[in-house]
């Protein structure tokens, strides 16, 4: 019996340290290691911490000259606002859908001109891919963008730094992901989101593939269901809120104040 309690305690007080140490080096043990994330504070968002039920849903590779119409259908019913991110070849093939897209309220964004991965790529010929991009998405509905999301999510904390220096923008990631681009088919996608989306989240999906368009009114009024409300992400990152005091990305250690388990921002 004694040691059996001898166990016990030695079980309590070791899951204690794991906890606390769990606790302190958060950012390592929970979600993907962004270790940029704190050299550029404000500039780079996959979440935004906000007072409210608020979401960003945002959409992909687009315009598809077939399928973003009937997305931009069921958005106007829904009087949903959404982000879209833009291959610039795409812009240029379908100026018309790109201009329904703003005159409706939603936002519009960079996705480089041809979706090449602009981390292994050298600083001209990105430039290249963003200003080409950004011209097209001008010419077609006279907005200029101010957001980024890099194909693939891929890119380096020195590129985030001089992309947002000359081009202004920020850097759009998502933090759920129902990987609809593997076309698991309409119900798989519709289910991740629901399980996935909370205050704040960007959610990803892209507006290129049929199943993802098939998913919409699922997601869209289940999503209504529980209570969230749809803003752009623009919208989103003005909400921003500070979070309460909790072991932060940086170096210094702080001391945990809270034991509620809330999410890490990478801004
Ligand atoms: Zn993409």
Redesign the pocket.
Known sequence: MLIFRFLLFSLVTSFGIVAVRADAVAPQTGEKPKPAATAEPGITFDWVHVDGPYVAMTF??GPSAKLTPKLLDLLAAHHIKATF?LIGQNVAENPDIVAREVREGHEIAN?SWS?PNLAKMSDDRVRDQLHKTEDAIRSASGNRPTLLRP?YGSITARQKKWINQEFGYKIVLWDVDPLDWRRPGSNVVCNRIIKMARAGSIILA?DIHPGTIEAMPCVLSQLEAKGFKFVTVSELIAMHTPLPPKPSPSPKSIPPKSTSPSPTPHN
């Open positions: 992909d590779d991110f996705h979706h194909p892209h």
